[in-house]
């Protein structure tokens, strides 16, 4: 179940991602969250800007890594913009991170870009998360929110 709080933290996805694209990047934030509701790290994807292994959610596996306790990270929550990727998927699970919340799938994404006619340009295939990362509590897409990551998305694909 989805909570107000959730919500909140979503919210904040969104304001990342959009961000993001209005930097010239893949519109994709992501929060971390401890397990007492605390905000600790947040990011938007830099994959243009950067490289294209800058995505919010390999970095904020990396700042959870170099910055909290085991049992701390297994209690922490990850939300996202967007389903994990295949390599951020892995970055998640490695790093020992508790819950995952996803607005959209990847899924999702994959019908807007055929229903926009957008070929894919990513090198590796899209999994889910659980494909990638089974032990991974995942929730998600949230409706609604889905929406506007799917407007974000129109966006990008018009500016590409």
């Not at 170099?66 to 490695?94: F, I, L, P, Q």
């Not at 807007?112 to 070929?119: D, L, N, R, S, Y």
Request: proline content about 4%; overall charge negative.
């Amino acid at each position: 179940m989805i909570t107000d709080n959730d919500m909140v933290y979503l919210r904040r996805c969104v304001e990342l991602a959009t961000e993001a694209l209005e930097a010239g990047d893949e519109p994709f934030g992501s929060v971390l969250v401890d397990g007492d509701g605390q905000v600790l790290h947040e990011d938007r994807n830099r994959a243009n800007t950067v490289d294209a292994t800058y995505h919010p959610e390999i970095a904020i596996a990396k700042w959870a890594a170099e910055n909290m306790t085991a049992d701390a990270r297994t209690k922490a929550v990850v939300y996202t913009s967007g389903e994990h990727c295949a390599m951020c998927s892995a970055a998640h699970a490695w790093a020992g991170l508790g819950r995952i919340v996803y607005i959209s799938s990847s899924k999702q994404l994959s019908e807007w870009m055929e229903a926009m006619g957008v070929q894919s340009t990513s090198p590796i295939n899209s999994l889910s998360i659980q494909e990638v990362a089974p032990n991974v509590p995942v929730q998600g897409p949230i409706t609604g929110l889905d929406e506007e990551i799917k407007a974000l998305q129109r966006r990008s694909f018009k500016k590409g």
